[in-house]
Nanobody, 127 residues
Framework: QVQLVESGGGLVQAGDSLRLSCLAS????????MGWFRQAPGKGREFVAR????????YYADPVKGRFTISRDDAKNTVYLQLNSLTPEDTAVYYC????????????????????WGQGTQVTVSS
């Protein structure tokens, strides 16, 4: 059973940066592809980024390309999401997710394909 715990959220101003962390336990971390999703108030959960088991391939949603960076440190069982140039539109609860079934997926942005989820961390960006 995979357990995921996010941290690093907070209240920042537009243009600021944050780094989110997600600590995984209960599974061999290097056998998990990892993703980040977010959910803004009144909206559905949307894909943000994904990283393969080796860390060699990453995927991003168009709204965050060039601003957010996903990375992983297998020695620390942790996946990170670096958020730069934040805007109020980035305000959401950010969730870490793990995919234990497949490393590479043609459709990598579907929440139902991730079988473990963290509780989320709030990111609020003021204008």
């Amino acid at each position: 059973q995979v357990q995921l715990v996010e941290s690093g959220g907070g209240l920042v101003q537009a243009g600021d940066s944050l780094r989110l962390s997600c600590l995984a336990s209960g599974y061999q971390f290097n056998m998990l592809a990892m993703g980040w999703f977010r959910q803004a108030p009144g909206k559905g959960r949307e894909f943000v980024a994904r990283i393969t088991r080796s860390g060699g391939t990453t995927y991003y949603a168009d709204p965050v390309k060039g601003r957010f960076t996903i990375s992983r440190d297998d020695a620390k069982n942790t996946v990170y999401l670096q958020l730069n140039s934040l805007t109020p539109e980035d305000t959401a609860v950010y969730y870490c997710a793990a995919d234990s079934a497949w490393d590479y997926r043609t459709i990598y942005y579907r929440a139902n394909d991730y079988d473990y989820w963290g509780q989320g961390t709030q990111v609020t960006v003021s204008s």
